[in-house]
Structure formats: structure tokens, C-alpha cells
């Protein structure tokens, strides 16, 4: 099965910061990478797919880089809105979707 | 517009078998390019995939969990139902169905809401 590991774990930050969460895959799955946030006592939501596209409607301070086994979600000038749980997804094994462990993002 | 919608007991003891529903609208399963599929979360804890079902009837089994679990769907109904058997404590969670498009990238794009499950005695 493939591994995905997130750091942080979590995160301390102010509004509009800038600040960056990293995934990597314990083997290459290109750019089957996947972001979601997940604010507390809600459901997941898709902020980022194919390591770097983003999905329709997600404000364009947040993007994606990466492919192979090294990933990173960046969002630039924090909102209050943004402080969230954030997980990375693989999708390159139909065999086993994996999740990231999250990362908590905190004001600070 | 696509919506998704699990139910199911709220409260089942261990040993049982947890059957969830996930009743779902604005879109067909009938095709192989999209699938249903099941994740859950204990609390406060991370997210956990479980399965999924494609419209041609292929699934998909988290490989740790693919002894206790079975993923059907009813077309007619417009719905999917997750059966995790012999169930413990720390199947406590919630659990969400999601939505999978499948295009050139593999994505759950909408998700339900979740329902909140407790393993107790």
C-alpha cells in the first residue's frame, strides 16, 4: 500500500501569512495528489487535484505543487476561513485510496 | 446539482454489523467513469478510505478492512449501502459517502454530510 505523510502535523499562524504543507508518497504516484480542508464538524471539502489544478469555485490564494513523491500545498495570505484541518489524498492506486494524516492549522 | 446523504444506526454494538446507506442525486451510476465511495473518521483523528463502487459494478477494499467490509449498489435506487461486519470500539467514527469522478484525475468532488457512528455495549 502506498504511504502518504504530511508535515506538519501541526501549524501556528496569523492572518496573512503565508504558509506551506507538505505530503510525500512513499513511492512516485505522478501527479495523482489530491487536497482537501476540513473545517471542524464538517465534511471534507476538494480544494486541489492533479497535484496542482484547482477546483472550481476555491479562492486562488491556495495552490499545489509537486509530483513524483514530494507535494506541497501553499496558502498565501491567510484568511480567518482557512484555519482548517488539511489532508492529502493519493489516487494513483485504484487499489487503496490513502489519506495523509492531516495537518491543523491554528490561528496563532 | 449533486447531493449525497448517509443514514444509519446511530448505535451498534460489537460484534454486529453496521449497514450504512448512502442515497445519492444528480448523477448516474450507471457508467464506469464514476464511483461512489465510503470514508470515515474517528474522532479527532484523521481521515480513513474505505471502498468504492464504480457504476460498472468493479469495487474497490481498503486492504487492511477488506475481510469485514462490502460495498453494493442499487442503481434503481439511486443509492450504495456499506456493510462492515463484526464491528469494535474503535469502529467509532463518522462516516461519509463521496462522490468520485474519475476523468483524467481520480477525486471525491462532493461529499455527504456524514453520520455519526458509535460501536458500544
Known amino acids: 500500500d502506498i504511504q502518504m505523510t504530511q508535515s506538519p502535523s501541526s501549524l501556528s499562524a496569523s492572518v496573512g501569512d503565508r504558509v506551506t504543507i507538505t505530503c510525500r508518497a512513499s513511492q512516485s504516484i505522478s501527479r495523482n495528489l489530491n487536497w482537501y480542508q476540513q473545517q471542524p464538524g464538517k465534511a471534507p471539502s476538494l480544494l486541489i487535484y492533479?497535484?496542482?489544478i484547482l477546483q472550481s469555485g476555491v479562492p486562488s490564494r491556495f495552490s499545489g505543487s509537486g509530483s513524483g513523491t514530494d507535494f506541497t500545498l501553499t496558502i498565501n495570505s491567510l484568511q480567518p476561513e482557512d484555519f482548517a484541518t488539511y489532508y492529502c489524498q493519493q489516487s494513483y492506486s485504484s487499489i487503496m485510496y490513502t489519506f495523509g494524516q492531516g495537518t491543523k492549522l491554528e490561528i496563532k | 446539482q449533486i447531493t449525497l446523504k448517509e443514514s444509519g444506526p446511530t448505535l451498534v454494538k460489537p460484534t454486529q454489523t453496521l449497514t450504512l446507506t448512502c442515497a445519492f442525486s444528480g448523477f448516474s451510476h450507471s457508467t464506469n467513469a464514476v464511483a461512489v465511495g465510503w470514508i470515515r473518521q474517528p474522532p479527532g483523528k484523521a481521515l480513513e478510505w474505505l471502498a468504492h463502487?464504480?457504476?460498472?459494478?468493479?469495487?474497490y477494499y481498503s486492504t487492511s478492512l477488506k475481510s469485514r467490509l462490502t460495498i453494493t449498489k442499487d442503481t434503481s435506487q439511486n443509492q450504495v449501502v456499506l456493510t462492515l461486519a463484526n464491528v469494535d470500539p474503535v469502529d467509532t467514527g463518522t462516516y461519509y459517502c463521496?462522490?468520485?469522478?474519475?476523468?483524467?484525475?481520480?477525486?471525491?468532488?462532493?461529499w455527504g454530510q456524514g453520520t455519526l457512528v458509535t460501536v458500544s455495549s
Open positions: 492533479g497535484a496542482s
Open positions: 463502487i464504480y457504476g460498472n459494478d468493479d469495487k
Open positions: 463521496a462522490h468520485l469522478q474519475s476523468s483524467k484525475y481520480y477525486t471525491y468532488d462532493y
